[in-house]
């Protein structure tokens, strides 16, 4: 791949929504091609020099540090910012001001912020290319591209049945998933408790074939199962939460009439949603996922940088 | 009086007089003549004369409001924006009492600071330095309104300007 900066495809990454089908698989491509160095057994320097700033104003472990490994992996610099940093930032810095400055130190941005549209107001502030990291409740486009990866390499993207299961209706992941999906010829499955459904609005923008259903009637069908956590939080009473969260909780005697090929996902962190005695079934792919973010955001720093 | 002078009224109709020159906007939706004054920024502090007839019988729409500003020539680009809440208003450019141009308003494709952004997590109603910014289409026949940072959509605009 040429160095030129004329070849560059993406400027910064803000939402999945700005990626054609073609994008989307031409990183899943370059990742491919990075998944060895990722794991060490290849060495590279294709960003040697360059430095990345984390800036994550919201706690964060596996999307940072996976980020963190992505750009060393490729010989680059990681600069974070500290919580006391993140806190004096709090007390008065616009976040256009923050950006201002720290775009003159390196040479690309990772961000993680809670406002939704964050990031896209950073991109209009900043020098140097801005990749979001998660806006409040918006986008997370790294975590939909390394989905789609894990699909793509544990199962099969195109003619792929999925069953997303759990909070649909405040899940960022869920949401970013589902309209990357609909890019694709898949049939979705939606199984959520019914005041956790997708909302009417975010499914009348869709197009696809996508429907509701009890994850009972659909388990002999699916390829894909993507489980993600029900959160306390969302409920008006425990009560109430234990009821629901009980029968979204996934074990060995759920899976007994799954396909031989079927896979389970999840962007972690899990509470109680995958049963332990899930994790040594031939069906558990949440650990892969979870390594799968390092090539990923590998092929996007190198094609934001390259 | 100057008011006397502005509005004539007879048993069958209420008449606006004309203005020597400025900008008429016609066929506005009956109510909305205060919200298309909002968007185009005159206030009780602007310097433009304005008169405004609200709920006047009309053969097109039933009811309308009209607004006249005196010596005050709009330029295209904000008088668009009335479409937001007005897709059928008319515009009459008017240089000594004579119609200079008539045309009917177009839909713009994004708008920076009329409409605020109904989600409060959104970072355009944080203290950044920062204007609204909305992306403008037509669903069906609705005019749609699509926040540029969150992504949130709209459809009764009037409620946000």
């Given at each position: 791949?040429?160095?030129?900066?004329?070849?560059?495809?993406?400027?910064?990454?803000?939402?999945?929504?700005?990626?054609?089908?073609?994008?989307?698989?031409?990183?899943?491509?370059?990742?491919?091609?990075?998944?060895?160095?990722?794991?060490?057994?290849?060495?590279?320097?294709?960003?040697?020099?360059?430095?990345?700033?984390?800036?994550?104003?919201?706690?964060?472990?596996?999307?940072?540090?996976?980020?963190?490994?992505?750009?060393?992996?490729?010989?680059?610099?990681?600069?974070?910012?500290?919580?006391?940093?993140?806190?004096?930032?709090?007390?008065?810095?616009?976040?256009?001001?923050?950006?201002?400055?720290?775009?003159?130190?390196?040479?690309?941005?990772?961000?993680?912020?809670?406002?939704?549209?964050?990031?896209?107001?950073?991109?209009?502030?900043?020098?140097?290319?801005?990749?979001?990291?998660?806006?409040?409740?918006?986008?997370?486009?790294?975590?939909?591209?390394?989905?789609?990866?894990?699909?793509?390499?544990?199962?099969?993207?195109?003619?792929?049945?999925?069953?997303?299961?759990?909070?649909?209706?405040?899940?960022?992941?869920?949401?970013?998933?589902?309209?990357?999906?609909?890019?694709?010829?898949?049939?979705?499955?939606?199984?959520s408790p019914p005041m956790l459904r997708l909302p009417d609005d975010f499914i009348d923008d869709l197009s696809g074939d996508i429907q509701e259903a009890e994850l009972e009637d659909i388990i002999e069908e699916i390829d894909v199962l993507y489980v993600t956590r029900i959160q306390k939080e969302r409920?008006?009473?425990?009560?109430?939460?234990?009821?629901?969260?009980?029968?979204?909780?996934?074990?060995?005697?759920?899976?007994?009439?799954?396909?031989?090929?079927?896979?389970?996902?999840?962007?972690?962190?899990?509470?109680?949603?995958?049963?332990?005695?899930?994790?040594?079934?031939?069906?558990?792919?949440?650990?892969?996922?979870?390594?799968?973010?390092?090539?990923?955001?590998?092929?996007?720093?190198?094609?934001?940088?390259? | 009086?100057?008011?006397?002078?502005?509005?004539?009224?007879?048993?069958?109709?209420?008449?606006?007089?004309?203005?020597?020159?400025?900008?008429?906007?016609?066929?506005?939706?009956?109510?909305?003549?205060?919200?298309?004054?909002?968007?185009?920024?005159?206030?009780?502090?602007?310097?433009?004369?304005?008169?405004?007839?609200?709920?006047?019988?009309?053969?097109?729409?039933?009811?309308?409001?009209?607004?006249?500003?005196?010596?005050?020539?709009?330029s295209d680009e904000e008088l668009n924006r009335i479409s937001l809440i007005a897709p059928e208003a008319t515009i009459n450019l008017v240089e000594d009492f004579e119609i200079t141009r008539k045309f009917a308003v177009e839909l713009p494709e994004v708008v920076e600071k009329i409409i605020s952004c109904p989600n409060q997590n959104c970072i355009s109603n944080s203290k950044?330095?920062?204007?609204?910014?909305?992306?403008?289409?037509?669903?069906?026949?609705?005019?749609?309104?699509?926040?540029?940072?969150?992504?949130?959509?709209?459809?009764?605009?009037?409620?946000?300007?």
């Amino acid at each position: 791949m040429s160095a030129s900066k004329n070849d560059r495809k993406f400027k910064h990454l803000i939402s999945i929504d700005e990626l054609s089908k073609d994008d989307i698989l031409y990183i899943l491509d370059r990742a491919a091609e990075f998944e060895d160095v990722a794991k060490g057994k290849k060495v590279s320097k294709v960003l040697e020099g360059r430095i990345l700033a984390n800036l994550f104003f919201e706690p964060s472990t596996r999307t940072r540090m996976s980020f963190e490994a992505a750009m060393k992996r490729l010989g680059g610099c990681v600069i974070n910012m500290t919580d006391t940093e993140i806190s004096s930032v709090a007390k008065g810095e616009s976040l256009a001001d923050t950006i201002r400055v720290v775009s003159n130190y390196v040479d690309v941005i990772v961000l993680r912020h809670p406002l939704e549209g964050a990031a896209k107001f950073a991109s209009e502030n900043s020098k140097v290319p801005i990749i979001n990291a998660g806006d409040g409740a918006g986008q997370h486009p790294t975590q939909t591209l390394l989905d789609l990866y894990t699909i793509q390499k544990e199962s099969r993207l195109d003619g792929c049945r999925i069953a997303l299961m759990g909070d649909l209706k405040y899940s960022r992941t869920v949401h970013s998933l589902i309209r990357a999906l609909t890019l694709f010829r898949t049939k979705i499955y939606l199984v959520s408790p019914p005041m956790l459904r997708l909302p009417d609005d975010f499914i009348d923008d869709l197009s696809g074939d996508i429907q509701e259903a009890e994850l009972e009637d659909i388990i002999e069908e699916i390829d894909v199962l993507y489980v993600t956590r029900i959160q306390k939080e969302r409920f008006p009473d425990e009560e109430e939460y234990r009821k629901v969260s009980g029968s979204y909780i996934i074990t060995s005697k759920t899976l007994e009439r799954a396909r031989e090929s079927l896979i389970i996902m999840h962007p972690l962190p899990r509470v109680n949603e995958i049963g332990t005695d899930v994790d040594r079934l031939r069906f558990a792919r949440y650990f892969e996922q979870a390594f799968y973010g390092v090539p990923i955001r590998m092929a996007i720093l190198f094609e934001l940088l390259k | 009086m100057k008011d006397k002078d502005c509005f004539k009224q007879d048993r069958k109709h209420l008449v606006i007089s004309k203005i020597r020159s400025g900008t008429v906007i016609d066929h506005i939706p009956p109510g909305m003549a205060l919200l298309v004054l909002k968007i185009l920024g005159i206030s009780p502090g602007s310097k433009e004369a304005v008169s405004m007839a609200m709920n006047v019988p009309s053969s097109k729409m039933g009811k309308k409001d009209i607004v006249k500003v005196e010596g005050k020539f709009i330029s295209d680009e904000e008088l668009n924006r009335i479409s937001l809440i007005a897709p059928e208003a008319t515009i009459n450019l008017v240089e000594d009492f004579e119609i200079t141009r008539k045309f009917a308003v177009e839909l713009p494709e994004v708008v920076e600071k009329i409409i605020s952004c109904p989600n409060q997590n959104c970072i355009s109603n944080s203290k950044e330095p920062i204007n609204s910014r909305f992306k403008i289409f037509v669903v069906g026949k609705k005019v749609t309104a699509k926040c540029d940072y969150c992504g949130k959509k709209i459809t009764n605009l009037e409620e946000y300007i």
